[in-house]
T-cell receptor, first 114, second 108 residues
Framework: ETGVTQTPRHLVMGMTNKKSLKCEQH?????MYWYKQSAKKPLELMFV???????ENNSVPSRFSPECPNSSHLFLHLHTLQPEDSALYLC?????????????FGPGTRLLVL | EDQVTQSPEALRLQEGESSSLNCSYT??????LFWYRQDPGKGPEFLFT???AGEEKEKERLKATLTKKESFLHITAPKPEDSATYLC?????????FGEGTQLTVNP
């Protein structure tokens, strides 16, 4: 595998379910990000992790819980979601601190909350 | 607060018809301006980074330019495979702020 991978690619869940999204980066980067992309809206930054430490939480509801066990893996744990949480969830990684810090994105998980 | 505005929202071109997409921005301490391409159901694909006013970068039929207030993505003689949504983002620190994108359709 190369680049940034995400699983699952599609997920349908009820409002009472608990599920997790997984992201893995194969680029040797030290920073990872979760974004939310809703229809007709710009990408919204949710969480940032640098060297496994969370450095930013962009006022995200507590029903979204991130986890970063190491610099290559990032999870987003979901519980008691609302229909308005249906969106494309994108993971990205970058080499924080580099002169040219480019974020590279995974293919996303398309989430539908019923 | 950082702001990015892209125009037009949607653009339809005939194959071979050149045009430009606009990205206007306000940010304190711009570290870089990024262009990404996004195909339906996929993640954004990195195209260019521009760092200072006057800088230009090219890749195949695409050319990106930067001023102190805006960036343009010029598409020369586009082909149907250039159809996608083009996203602009400004970087401050490690944070990217994205615009809503321009949806480009190139008809054969």
């Amino acid at each position: 595998e190369t680049g940034v991978t995400q699983t699952p690619r599609h997920l349908v869940m009820g409002m009472t379910n608990k599920k997790s999204l997984k992201c893995e980066q194969h680029l040797g980067h030290n920073a990872m990000y979760w974004y939310k992309q809703s229809a007709k809206k710009p990408l919204e930054l949710m969480f940032v992790y640098n060297f496994k430490e969370q450095t930013e939480n962009n006022s995200v509801p507590s029903r979204f819980s991130p986890e970063c066990p190491n610099s290559s893996h990032l999870f987003l744990h979901l519980h008691t979601l609302q229909p308005e949480d249906s969106a494309l969830y994108l993971c990205a990684s970058s080499q924080a601190g580099a002169d040219q810090e480019t974020q590279y994105f995974g293919p996303g998980t398309r989430l539908l909350v019923l | 607060e950082d702001q990015v505005t892209q125009s037009p929202e949607a653009l339809r071109l005939q194959e071979g018809e050149s045009s430009s997409l606009n990205c206007s921005y306000t940010v304190s301490g711009l570290r870089g301006l990024f262009w990404y391409r996004q195909d339906p159901g996929k993640g954004p694909e990195f195209l260019f980074t521009l760092y200072s006013a006057g800088e230009e970068k090219e890749k195949e039929r695409l050319k990106a330019t930067l001023t102190k207030k805006e960036s343009f993505l010029h598409i020369t003689a586009p082909k149907p495979e250039d159809s996608a949504t083009y996203l602009c983002a400004v970087q401050r620190g490690s944070r990217l702020t994205f615009g809503e994108g321009t949806q480009l359709t190139v008809n054969p």
